[in-house]
């Protein structure tokens, strides 16, 4: 036996009181646990870094469990036999803020959390699964329990390096993992003697070095005012806990490299998800004879499909890259996967003492990771600056077709157009099973339910552009594509060869000059990193890696138009009939790394109102006013985006009046439009 699979219902439900969506009727929803056990010496589990070092139970497998949860057809015979799987970012649930603009939630219960009942309406079965090893309870984060690797049943030790970025005074202590909601590795001592503290303003700026007496593995415990002498404080030590006592300035890098003990065997999230979705989509019972909960009478899984965004969708191209789309039988998982805003990116995950939780390398945030590693496409490239020649998609028979899905933050951010070009910046065509879609002037995380915006630590309001629509005819084209063949439409990303992908220097020959508005120096740029001879095993020997000096990939973004907004891509209806410049990047304000692109998010530069207000300020761009007489032929104009979108199969006919609902009075609230 290679491995078995147990699934426990704790808890079932009706979804949103009974009610009924369209042919498909009710729903119900479903909790509970899946306990695994896997062979460590068979070959589907040899990617899995560590596994030889997890323990095993006396039937010699290792053993490990998650928390599942699924909206499925109360009648399945009604559903569509598809299975869409969550990726679940971070644990929580996100589907179907994104595919029915429904009011995010992890305890999906009431119609509001049903949205637009996109989902219902075609009859999937949406589940989702803990897979994320180093995430903290809480919130009803979807949690998976991994065990330790062990050295015969002694403590593994390494060199682990974090960052941390206080965004407000008055922090004093942080988890060693610099985030609440994540586990911390344990420093193997107490003592600060072994480990370095430093501090930096910038990514590149030298390393200041923080004195030992100045900061202690330790957490800090408030208590009640006592005598009038304010709240009491409390220095306990703690081996899991980072306690500066002058605390941490905002804006400032902070970097601790340590020894830690007790690395968790994450790489088992990959297995998790392989066999939850198999044994959902081949099995007819599990290992204790419980049956599959959608297999019933004639009906069960005929297709599964995967879904992640940001960091979700780097582990799905890093579970492709791996081989986990294959079963124990060799049989595909996934039949087609949805990644979206994942950028050149994989995870962070399958080594030892690795960090999935925290953002992806950018210009200023974990600038050192090893997420951004070749290969980034999936198509079959050589590194020049190594020799390697490797690929995603290297698996005909078990590979999943593609729908990847990026923003114009991506380009800036997190080196996106290595996904469509070599590492030199030439076009790199795609496999015919992959298809790419930029979003063009459209920024990482894309709320759909967006009120009015706000600019956090960066200098301007956030991107406002509405792109959900985008998802909803996406996974539409992806199931007629795994179902009968229909192909897609074809690649709508930049490209060198009609000038659509540009250098840093073009892209700001391009650039409209607004005033007053700072530029970045260009896009999140991407060195040869040394993490030690041993990287591609998983273990990481260099920290902070070293930058192999001369050896820069090329990192490229959207050209624009006069407007500053992208010429390529997707372009929403919003981008069609802009009322402001739509920006992937943001800049830090004053205090948070001032000059240096913010975290993901993008900025919505306004237009001007008036040509008096136009010619008052200098700016170069047409003002409203002199695009739309007013809010009515406005609104006209994003009808028409919005049907030539539709025609050219980006769209859903029933998004169409979505799209001019939101454009009545200018926008409103997305948009600062001063006119009446």
């Known amino acids: 036996m290679t491995g078995s699979i147990k699934c426990s219902i704790a808890h079932r439900a009706p979804f949103a009181n009974g009610h009924s969506f369209s042919q498909t009727g009710p729903y119900e929803y479903l909790t509970g646990r899946v306990e695994f056990a896997v062979d460590p010496r068979s070959a589907g589990q040899r990617a899995v870094v560590d596994i030889q070092h997890a323990p095993v139970g006396p039937d010699g497998m290792v053993h490990f469990a998650a928390d599942f949860a699924m909206l499925k057809p109360a009648d399945l015979s009604r559903g569509n036999r598809r299975l869409f799987f969550d990726y679940g970012n971070r644990g929580n649930k996100r589907c179907l803020q994104f595919f029915n603009d429904a009011v995010g939630s992890n305890y999906p219960s009431t119609l509001d959390h049903a949205g637009n009942g996109f989902f219902m309406r075609r009859g999937y079965t949406v589940a989702w699964l803990g897979w994320q090893g180093d995430l903290q309870p809480g919130e009803g984060r979807l949690l998976i329990d991994l065990p330790v690797a062990t050295d015969k049943g002694k403590p593994i030790t390494g060199v682990v390096r974090v960052e941390y970025i206080a965004v407000e005074p008055g922090v004093f202590c942080l988890p060693l993992s610099a985030q609440a909601a994540a586990k911390s590795y344990p420093t193997v001592s107490l003592g600060t003697g072994k480990a370095i503290l430093t501090r930096r303003r910038y990514a590149e700026s030298p390393r200041e070095k923080i004195a030992d007496g100045a900061w202690q593995f330790a957490r800090l415990e408030h208590g009640t005012t006592v005598d009038g002498g304010g709240r009491e404080r409390a220095i306990i030590p703690s081996d899991v806990h980072l306690y500066v006592e002058a605390g941490f300035e905002p804006g400032w890098i902070y970097e601790l490299v340590y020894t830690a003990r007790d690395p968790i065997v994450l790489g088992l999230g990959h297995v998790a998800v392989r066999d939850f979705v198999g044994f959902l989509k081949y099995a007819e019972t599990d290992a204790a004879g419980q049956p599959n909960p959608l297999r019933a009478k004639s009906a069960g899984v005929e297709k599964a499909y995967a879904w992640g965004r940001s960091q979700t969708g780097r582990c799905i191209r890093d579970f492709v890259y791996h081989g986990f789309n294959a079963d124990a039988d060799g049989r595909r998982v996934f039949d087609g996967v949805m990644p979206h805003v994942a950028g050149a990116g994989k995870m962070w995950m399958n080594q030892r003492f690795a960090a999935i939780m925290p953002l992806p390398g950018q210009e200023y945030e974990n600038h050192l990771t090893p997420v951004d590693r070749f290969p980034f496409s999936y198509a079959s490239t050589t590194d020049h600056l190594t020799g390697k020649t490797d690929a995603i998609l290297k698996r005909p028979q078990t ?70 629509m985008l998802f909803r005819a996406a996974l539409d084209h992806l199931d007629r594509w795994a179902s009968g063949g229909t192909p897609p439409p074809p ?82 209806p919003m981008v069609r009939a802009p009322l402001a410049t739509y920006l992937g990047w943001n800049m830090r304000a004053p205090g948070f790394g001032l000059g240096a692109m913010g975290p993901i998010i993008g900025s919505t530069v306004r237009l001007p109102d008036t040509a008096e207000e136009r010619a008052q300020t200098g700016d170069p761009r047409p003002a409203v006013l002199e695009r739309y007489r007013d809010k009515a032929v406005y609104a006209r104009a994003v009808a028409e985006a919005a049907r030539q979108l539709a025609a050219e199969g980006f769209m859903l006919e029933e998004d169409i009046e979505r799209a001019v609902a939101r454009a009545a009075d200018w926008g409103r609230p997305r948009h600062d439009v001063r006119l009446d």
């Open 399 to 468: 590979d999943p077709l593609v729908i990847h899905t990026d923003t114009a933050t991506e380009y800036w951010m997190r080196r996106g157009s290595l996904v469509v070009t070599d590492t030199r910046g030439n076009d790199l065509p795609q496999p015919d099973t992959v298809r790419v879609y930029v979003w063009a002037s459209s920024q990482h995380y894309a709320d759909p339910q967006l009120k009015q915006p706000t600019r956090g630590i960066c200098q301007n309001p956030v991107n406002v552009v509405w792109t959900s």
């Open 491 to 572: 690649n709508r990303a930049p490209r060198r060869d009609d000038k659509s992908l540009a250098t840093a220097e073009e892209w700001k020959q391009q650039f409209p000059a607004i005033p007053g508005l700072m530029l970045p120096s260009g896009p999140s740029k991407l060195d040869l990193l040394d993490f030690g001879p041993d990287i591609d095993k998983g273990l990481i020997a260099k920290e902070p890696p070293q930058t192999v000096p001369g050896k820069r990939y090329a990192v490229l973004v959207p050209a624009v138009d006069a407007d500053g907004n992208d010429i390529a891509g997707v372009r929403a």
